[in-house]
């Protein structure tokens, strides 16, 4: 038996529970019709092991979206990641969802602007360029599309429409996304946890 990755994808309020092993992923909760919309993971991830044969100590790595975005659906995901991370003993390697976004949505040469509701008036607005996220913070959604007007060009992602520019790519990374984001990250402390990225109250 290979080692097991669980990947877990929750920001755009929408809960995905993935497992990955030998370099691919196996199981993914979105493409089974009973788990569609579920917010039980302990369904989801049983669900998935028994489809791959495998068990629970086979799961050696743990990666889990941390947003911005839904702000109850990112913590209950970073709370059951953290448990299950404790209870196994294993690190939980913390995935920014405008990373993910904006590599699922940049074409290898316009930037991607990432734009996510926030606490009203303000937004979760980031810039993806060059392969990497280059910028983010959360502002009004005045300031967010003032700074996006200063670049010539762009792609838009997340779920806020800009007058004048297409449509949003996605607001959802592939798990395969997920995946290789983990792959390239260096291995995390033994102790390391995942905090979700929350609005500033202040």
Known sequence: MSDVTLLIQASNGVPVLALARDGAIRFDSSEVESLAGSRDYRLMLETG????????????RIGCDIGPGGLGVTRTAAAFANGLGFTLGIPVVALPAFALLGAEAFDGQTPVVLLRRAGRPYVH??????????HYEHCLEETALKKAAEL??????GNIP????EAPKTNTANMATLLAFMDATPE??????AYPIVEVLS
Do not use: H, M, W
């Open 125 to 134: 607005f980031g810039i993806y360029r060059d392969g990497a996220l280059a």
């Open 49 to 60: 092991l028994a489809q791959i044969g495998a068990t629970l100590s086979e799961i050696t």
């Open 152 to 157: 010539d060009k762009y792609s838009l992602a």
């Open 162 to 165: 800009v007058e004048g520019v």
């Open 188 to 193: 995390p402390a033994v102790n390391a946890r």
